[in-house]
């Protein structure tokens, strides 16, 4: 029989990016009336299987009052100049109150829907990690010196998609690991990988993406406004 604490689900929400690339903090920015990152704290608030959230913020940040409407939100904490260094900074908070299933989900990526967290809570329960992909649809080339090396087959080829879903335990090692070595990594499932776990998949979202351009946010808008016509 599972403690109280194995049957809670975290989730850790990276916001810490400066937006460079997007001329600014993304996370902030107005999609459809509201800051960008008031969607995807609404899509773990509102799940009813995630039991506390962990926010990481850039460590300058000071809109805090932003988010007092979030009963799960039990911390806000400053991120670190990469993605991992954020992500140990969120698993910090985390451990004060530790749950069996950690969620690691990007901040600028309101378009998941409640299946996807379900789905990835039940197979990080069964395998202890869970990463949501979706299959590469154009052709993908190699390229070296504005000149194509090779056309490589993509029928085994995925983008890697969050939230990504571990055990605590299996984290809290590879964090440790990464740690310890001062190894970087893009992502969570990786670092699995390199302690010699297995991580397994289940199969993402369309209109899971992660806003990176100006673009992106008409996409999302477009999405978002057909999610609220199937709830009509």
């Not at 773990?44 to 460590?59: A, G, K, M, R, Y």
């Not at 789905?119 to 949501?132: C, K």
């Not at 087959?153 to 983008?159: A, C, E």
């Amino acid at each position: 029989m599972k403690t109280a604490s194995e049957e809670k689900v975290g989730a850790i929400i990276v916001a810490a990016g400066e937006g460079k690339r997007f001329g600014g903090r993304k996370q902030f920015c107005s999609l459809k009336g509201r800051p960008l990152l008031h969607w995807t704290l609404d899509k773990f608030e509102n799940h009813p299987e995630v039991t506390d959230i962990i926010l990481v913020l850039p460590p300058n940040e000071r809109r805090p009052l932003l988010f007092e409407n979030w009963s799960k939100l039990r911390a806000i904490v400053p991120g670190g100049p990469t993605r991992l260094s954020s992500v140990q900074a969120g698993f910090q908070a985390l451990s004060s109150q530790p749950t069996g299933i950690v969620l690691v989900h990007d901040g600028v990526r309101p378009g998941l829907s409640p299946s996807l967290i379900s789905r990835i809570i039940n197979q990080a329960r069964r395998e202890g990690a869970a990463l949501p992909v979706w299959p590469i649809e154009e052709t993908v080339k190699e390229v070296a010196h504005e000149r194509v090396c090779r056309t490589i087959d993509r029928s085994n080829l995925y983008v890697a998609q969050t939230p990504q879903g571990f055990s605590y335990s299996l984290l809290a090692k590879a964090l440790a690991w990464a740690q310890e070595h001062q190894v970087e990594a893009t992502d969570e499932a990786s670092l699995i990988e390199q302690i010699g776990g297995t991580v397994t998949t289940v199969r993402g979202e369309r209109r899971n993406i992660k806003i990176t351009t100006a673009e992106d946010l008409i996409i999302m808008e477009a999405f978002l406004g057909d999610e609220n016509r199937t709830r009509l």
